[in-house]
């Protein structure tokens, strides 16, 4: 009886595994994994991406073109300063209105409700609304600027402030939704820690600084890997707002792959785009598990290692 | 003295710095909320009343931007393509999804942890990295112009999400529910229908928002997908009415506040499964 049940169990199970994957499967294989296997193969020709697949291969033209080219390069730099932006002032902001959230303040969930409400709006709405309040001729935020006496900004229209704008855009719509992330990571520390912090005499900051802060680790970890792969993916704000300008200054690694995929129909050259945003986000993705999240991950497979 | 101030707890601190820390929130709250306000008010202003009153009450009120949105059809028609792509969406990523996870919840199998690691993989990658070859590819099977083209894909990069937050609410069933059910005859998808997903509510619950939530704030995919406009979905139509409206900036204004409307409806209704789906999201992915 105790031999037979195991083995008769594990038959049931081959079969009833097999068919409540395969839906499943078939979808992300044929919709996720084949579409980046594709990227891949075509990124090695020259194609216009018409019918049929690609025949003219050139090799790793596209990628050496693409490393010696200066919009792409400027893609790179314009990745790499929303995140620096995102992580030295969004992502305090969030943290610091979370934690004031936190205390008793009149009215915190009419605030904590209107922070949040933005990251419910779409990017195409959001970009629709930040095209007019920053406008350059007739704005609200020019207009608000004019008070304190600040000359009119061109916003959108100049190279040397669009990426700021793009920044303002960004923190407006997503701080709210690292926020909810910090209170909820700030509700699971328990009572008594900061409180027997407070007992021996540590001062507000002090328990901030060495009770909480380091308690929220994992989740400020979350927040910044989340924070990069957004800007990594950054298009429909740009796409809308700028489409990449002026003159490619606010161009994304995602809005220079759409133009030359789907309006120069340079699909061979735009697929080693999309290869290079794919590598980026997976070597991004493995040293930053590897390296910064490993305690963090280290805690998780030891509980899936208890349950095996 | 200063040993009673170090005493203090943050939350009762003095006069001042309570003073201070509400100030802090309300500036926040004003950089949030003002955007909103002034769409809001612009959009019952004329675009000349906007350009020389962009702050005060709009004098005289005027209804015809909202009004002569909310009478033309192609607004609805976009409500409802934006409601049914949600839907149908939210029906395959949350069913497929669902028997995947209970597979990698409750079966011990060679390979599972790989199958998994491979699932959760997908939620690194978004749309943008595959947006070009997913179009080659819904070309070539006649998806293009079709909502399907736009449900499946959506719906196979919600699944590594959908997937690990279900996965972790199936484990937290215990086994002997499952024992029970199945010596009382029940067979394994009768269990996963009858008891499992029942059980599981409340995490359906959450996967299902935070679907609906991502289909409706999608661009990409039917920007490229849609080349049709009566299959516009609400971010499409967005887009389409800028352009086509540009110097009227009130009539646009006006435009994008009645577009905000369902998805706030929808986060007053659901914020609750909301943040607890991106909360858990974030925390187990």
């Not at chain 1, 061109?154 to 209170?183: C, N, Q, R």
């Not at chain 1, 792959?257 to 997976?282: E, H, N, P, T, W």
């Not at chain 2, 086509?244 to 646009?252: E, F, I, M, N």
Request: charged share 10%; net charge positive.
């Amino acid at each position: 009886m105790k031999t037979t049940r195991p083995r008769s169990l594990r038959l049931r199970g081959f079969t009833t595994i097999l068919l409540f994957l395969l839906p499943a499967l078939v979808l992300f294989f044929g919709l996720v994994v084949a579409p980046i296997l594709l990227a891949f193969y075509a990124s090695v020709f020259k194609w216009n991406g018409m019918r049929g697949l690609p025949t003219d291969f050139i090799g790793m033209a596209n990628f050496t073109r693409l490393l010696a080219d200066e919009v792409f390069l400027g893609d790179l730099w314009h990745g790499a300063l929303l995140i620096i932006l995102s992580v030295v002032i969004q992502l305090p902001l969030s943290l610091g209105i979370a934690m004031l959230l936190n205390q008793r303040i009149y009215g915190r969930a009419f605030f904590r409700l209107l922070f949040f409400a933005p990251y419910m709006l779409s990017e195409a709405i959001t970009a629709v609304l930040f095209m007019m309040i920053l406008s350059p001729t007739d704005g609200l935020a020019n207009y608000i600027l004019g008070w304190f006496g600040i000359d009119q900004l061109d916003w959108f229209a100049d190279p040397s402030t669009v990426m700021m704008s793009v920044f303002i855009v960004m923190t407006w719509k997503y701080f709210g939704f690292h926020m909810i992330l910090y209170i909820a990571g700030r509700q699971g520390i328990p009572k008594e820690l900061t409180e027997a912090a407070q007992i021996d005499g540590a001062t507000g900051w002090n328990v901030f600084r060495y009770v909480t802060l380091p308690l929220l680790g994992p989740t400020i970890r979350i927040s910044v890997f989340l924070s990069v792969i957004g800007a990594i993916q950054l298009f429909d704000l740009i796409w809308i707002i700028t489409g990449g300008g002026p003159s490619h200054s606010s161009e994304t690694m995602a809005v220079t792959m759409f133009q030359f995929g789907f309006k120069r129909f340079q699909v061979g050259y735009a697929s080693a785009i999309s290869v290079v945003m794919f590598l980026i986000s997976l070597v991004f993705a493995v040293l930053y598990q590897r390296y910064v999240m490993r305690r963090d991950l280290e805690g998780a497979s030891t509980v899936l290692r208890d349950q095996r | 003295m200063s040993a009673n101030r170090h005493r203090q707890s943050p939350t009762s601190g003095g006069p001042l710095r309570s003073l201070s820390l509400h100030a802090i929130v309300v500036v926040t709250a004003l950089f949030v909320g003002v955007p909103l306000l002034y769409g809001v008010l612009g959009g019952f202003k004329t675009t000349r009343q906007l350009s020389s009153n962009p702050i005060g009450l709009p004098s005289p009120w005027v209804p015809e931007n909202y009004a002569s949105i909310l009478a033309s059809g192609s607004f609805w028609r976009m409500l409802w393509n934006s409601t049914y792509i949600a839907v149908l969406t939210t029906v395959v990523v949350v069913a497929v999804s669902a028997l995947a996870a209970y597979v990698f919840a409750r079966f011990a199998f060679r390979g599972r942890e790989a199958l998994f690691t491979m699932f959760a993989a997908g939620l690194m990658f978004p749309f943008a990295v595959a947006i070009l070859p997913l179009f080659v590819l819904l070309r070539m099977f006649g998806l293009l112009d079709n909502p399907l083209g736009v449900i499946l894909p959506q719906a196979a990069f919600g699944m590594p999400m959908t997937i690990i937050i279900l996965r972790g609410f199936f484990r937290a069933i215990p086994g002997e529910i499952e024992e029970a059910a199945i010596l009382d005859g029940c067979s394994s998808f009768g269990f996963f229908w009858r008891i499992l997903l029942p059980m599981a509510r409340p995490a359906v619950a959450t996967v299902s928002v935070l679907a609906v939530v991502n289909s409706w704030n999608q661009f990409m995919l039917p920007l490229v997908v849609f080349s049709d406009d009566s299959l516009f979905t609400i971010p499409l139509g967005v887009q389409q009415f800028q352009g086509q409206y540009a110097t009227d900036v009130a009539r646009v204004m006006a435009y994008i506040v009645v577009a905000m409307l369902p998805a706030l409806g929808f986060y007053a209704v659901a914020e609750r499964q909301l943040v607890s789906g991106l909360t858990a999201g974030a925390i187990k992915g």
